[in-house]
């Protein structure tokens, strides 16, 4: 099965415009929606942040069909898993079995400033991370959980209001490491476009599959998620204007993960301006999306979730539902 679906961009929109443009992709023809879950933007001027899993109830009860989804939450420090779990369980029932937990181990910008915290490194988060998926999996399933971990602890914890079935949960990683946990624990993983080709040939998805193998699990049973960017227009030059807006996308992983504010990140970004379109597909041309596309399928991609940069999110559901999801469909499918 190939799912097609839409990347509603907390970071640009607030949330009725954001609760508009999923009506949009809906109507339009996408599968899916997965929203980002952030405390801060990653731009201050002319950012938003609107709480996701608030803004996620109002969108089961705007839409009938599309899958909905967090790409990603962090449930490990701003957020306690057992709270996370609550709000998943009680989405994924107010849509009728449309919603998937996607998380991640975090990012300082949206966890320092939120709780004062020393940001660890990336050993102390991946365990978090691992004890967080433990905890919420037992808590979609068992009554009266008394949890003992070293980061966290429940004592006689019910959710009451909870499918039979559980929550799908998707692990997001951006390192073979944190590849290999969503091998171990996720009913899906998780990944972001425009990195080199090695990095998801020979590191990410290896590590997925050895991790599914190690604890007796079937690698084919893990859905593979990627989210494409992708700058379409038939005007190319608007296309590749549009993408300056999300120009600290162009930073190395090291000169981002430190920056603790909006302003510092949009302030990092100006001097990567002139390469904000690295990490895009800039085209005018529905075939060669779809010829650019075409790899990450062939890689075992299933469901591709397309983020766009532009402002006119509108024109873009329209555009690319109209011009390149039915190629998609018809060359993939």
């Not at 532009?310 to 873009?316: H, I, S």
């Amino acid at each position: 099965m190939l799912r097609l679906g839409y990347k509603a961009s907390a970071e640009q929109f607030g949330p009725r415009e954001l609760l508009e443009f999923t009506v949009l992709a809906e109507e339009y023809g996408f599968d899916s929606v997965a929203v980002s879950d952030h405390f801060q933007p990653w731009r201050h001027t002319n950012g938003h942040a609107p709480e996701a899993f608030s803004w996620l109830g109002a969108a089961t009860q705007r839409t009938r069909r599309v899958l909905l989804g967090t790409s990603v939450t962090t449930p490990t420090f701003r957020l306690h898993p057992s709270v996370v779990a609550q709000a998943a369980a009680t989405l994924a029932l107010l849509s009728g079995g449309r919603f998937f937990l996607g998380v991640g181990s975090g990012e300082s910008l949206n966890e320092v400033p939120a709780t004062g915290i020393r940001w660890p490194g990336f050993k102390e988060r991946a365990e978090r991370l691992r004890e967080a998926v433990e905890l919420m999996r037992r808590l979609w399933r068992e009554q009266f959980v008394t949890f003992e971990g070293r980061y966290f602890r429940t004592y006689k914890a019910t959710l009451y209001d909870r499918p039979a079935e559980g929550v799908p949960l998707y692990l997001a990683a951006t390192g073979p490491k944190a590849a290999e946990l969503a091998g171990r624990y996720g009913d899906g993983f998780i990944c972001t476009s425009g990195k080199a080709w090695e990095l998801y040939r020979e590191q990410l998805l290896p590590a997925v599959e050895r991790g599914a193998r190690e604890t007796g699990r079937d690698p084919a049973t893990i859905e593979r998620l990627i989210e494409i960017k992708v700058a379409y227009d038939p005007d190319r030059e608007r296309a590749l204007a549009d993408t300056r807006i999300w120009a600290a996308l162009a930073l190395s992983q090291e000169d981002k993960v430190a920056i603790e504010t909006p302003l510092d990140m949009e302030r990092a970004a100006q001097k990567v301006l002139d390469q904000a379109h690295r990490r895009w597909i800039v085209s005018d041309d529905p075939e060669e999306v779809v010829e650019r596309v075409r790899p990450y399928v062939e890689l075992g991609f299933r469901h591709l979730v397309f983020h766009a940069p532009g402002d006119d999110q509108a024109r873009f559901i329209r555009l690319f539902s109209e011009h390149v999801l039915p190629r998609l469909r018809h060359a993939f499918a």
